[in-house]
């Protein structure tokens, strides 16, 4: 209600002029309700929100009087753009919609781009030491921003530069929302690692500002930087690519080293699993040989021996199996986790151990596994004749003398 009323004498006025707090000019009183409206801002009954004064004695319909309205503690409501910068600077409030009323007046609002610098200053504030209106930049030493608060024309000017150029005005906004990226996920490792990331950035734009501040007059630090963000923002962006690849490098190549001893440690827990197993088929061999039973006896040892045999073989094969399943994983985990050709050599030395093990692996299986074979055979022989070359009845033969 207040609100519509002060826009009526900012609209309908004449030589309005807005300084701080304060709206001063003339108004024509063109009928009773303007009339009425003037009177109640003069009898004092909105003084906790506006003062109004004015040296007209008397309010009549055609009266030119003269006016001065002052903004009184009014929350979220400013006369002017300098009133509303100084209380802006001054404040950690974020989620506020001013009401500016020399921005009702015009067609080109320069609301969003102060609202935008206010922003990108708190941006600042947050992310790095800031007291007593000063944003502290450390970095390999230490840079002070200040904020100077009193500059208002001079936020203006830069206001009205980032209103007629979109580039500038979306830098700023880019660079305040990558500053302010959410590093909030519900996978600890997630946002962990988003974290680090979190630090490095804000390690970067320190010591871009100090690198590109310190050399400034102090109390110009903040406008330089306003004017300048475009070549700043993009020096910041190169800076982050730079680190991003490092970081991205230094990972693969963890990953490759970490991957490769893994690798490793497959292909001998491939032989070790098995090693026992075929270690006891010499020694049982050994013992059914030197064993002078009766043939009842000797069939029984025989025929387990055999059962024996065959369950060693299906773990050979399970094993050999297992040798080609890791040899096709090996040869993959280049293509699949995309390595950077900067370390496909690193991969390639660091692998060869594996592949050299994983082939030398298998020829010693494959081995087995025929001796396996034609000790089953051999078994096979004690109970049915069914073939007359010697190879195949060395365990007959041997328990027979």
Known sequence: MIETKILTLIEQGTDIVFKQNNITGNFVLQNAEQVAMIKLF??????ELVIFRTTAITFKVGSNIDFSLTINNWVGHYASYQSYIEHALNSNDTDHTPIVYEDKIGVNSLLPSLKLIYNFIYCLKKHYYYQNNQIVIFAQTHCEITIQVRATEKYLQIAKSYQESEQLFNTVKNLTDWLNADISDDNDEVKKSLQVHETERNTIVAVELLEKLSNQEKDKRIFFLLEN????????????????????????????????????????????GLQNQILAIPVAVALISITKADSSINGFLVASFMIYCWMVLYATSQQIYNLW????????????????????????????????????????????????????????SYFHTWNSWYIFNLLPTALSS
């Not at 982050?240 to 292909?267: I, R």
């Not at 985990?333 to 030398?360: H, L, S, T």
């Open 325 to 380: 399943h890791l040899r096709c994983q090996t040869k993959n985990f280049a293509i699949n986790n995309e390595i950077p050709r900067e370390i496909k050599d690193k991969w390639d030395k660091e692998i060869m151990p594996v592949n050299n093990k994983i082939i030398f692996h298998a020829i010693y299986l494959f081995i087995v596994a025929l001796l396996l074979i034609l000790i089953i055979l051999n078994c096979f």
């Open 229 to 272: 963000v475009l070549s700043i923002y993009q020096s910041i962006l190169s800076r982050y690519s730079l680190y991003l690849e490092d970081f991205k490098f230094s990972k693969f190549n963890d990953k490759v080293a970490e991957h490769a001893e893994k690798f490793l440690e497959k292909t001998n827990d491939i032989i070790i």
């Open 42 to 47: 003069e009898s004092g009954e909105l003084a």
